[in-house]
């Protein structure tokens, strides 16, 4: 595989990353048992996510740090917090 292609496969594996995190973090926020501090990081997650004039890495370095903090909030229900640790999964092979 070419350098190029490569390049171009790994911006596509990133992309469907970034993808499947925003559903994740929009599951959350649609969630009716999941209290309303922890949609508003989810909420800034998303914003996080979709701001383009950042690096992938940055991005996801950013929501990282973001949904950690939540997994160690005491208030979230256990389904939630699969939740957060398959979104931290997904972000983090994601480096610059």
Do not use: C, W
């Amino acid at each position: 595989m070419s350098a190029m292609t490569e390049g171009k496969q790994l911006g596509k594996d990133i992309e469907k990353a970034f993808k499947n995190v925003k559903k994740l973090l929009e599951a959350l926020l649609a969630d009716r048992a999941v209290p309303r501090n922890i949609k508003r990081i989810a909420q800034r997650g998303i914003e996080e996510i979709e701001k383009e004039e950042e690096s992938p890495g940055i991005r996801a370095s950013n929501v990282m740090y973001m949904v950690d903090e939540l997994s160690q909030d005491p208030n979230i229900p256990f389904h939630a917090r699969t939740t957060i640790y398959r979104i931290l999964s997904l972000l983090e092979p994601i480096k610059d």
